[in-house]
């Protein structure tokens, strides 16, 4: 397995927006992708092993809440983490489950807030499509995503 992260230094921040967006297995890798506002550099995980696109979503908002504090916001384009993380939504697929407990357990202990954001929405996806597009992570992670600014949940 070969995995890459590129990491940021966390800041003493409270109440910022985390970005989380995964991407299954291509051919050739599986990504995530995290995005910390007001912070340069996303966090990019990368595996040659073949992973689904819900598993690399939930791997994305697991390594968020991991990040998050009380009073962050976690978004992700993914409608079935979001929505079987708040118990809304049965999991059907048992490779899910232990994600799924991860998650809701970090979420609850995190106090941050997990919510649906649409695809075009999400900085971290702007950043895998353009790593699906033939981007190199080194240089990916040296532009801004150039997605405008959220000013409201």
Not at 5 to 17: C, D, F, L, P, T
Not at 27 to 53: A, H, M, Q, W
Request: aromatic share 6%.
């Amino acid at each position: 397995m070969v995995m890459r992260i590129h990491q940021w230094k966390q800041e003493s921040v409270a109440g910022i927006r985390i970005f989380a967006d995964g991407a299954g297995y291509n051919g050739e890798v599986s990504r995530y992708c995290v995005v910390l506002e007001g912070i340069d550099s996303p966090i990019v995980f990368e595996t040659k092993e073949n992973k689904t696109n819900n598993e690399m979503e939930y791997r994305a908002v697991i390594h968020a809440l991991k990040l998050a504090r009380k009073g962050d916001h976690i978004m992700t384009d993914s409608q079935l983490v979001v929505n079987q993380v708040k118990g809304e939504w049965k999991i059907n697929k048992e490779h899910l489950q232990p994600l799924c407990n991860k998650a809701q357990k970090l979420l609850k202990s995190s106090g941050a807030k997990l919510s649906w954001i649409r695809r075009e929405r999400s900085k971290a996806g702007h950043i895998l499509d353009k790593l699906k597009g033939g981007g190199k992570i080194e240089d990916v992670i040296n532009q801004k995503p150039d997605i405008p600014i959220i000013r409201k949940f």
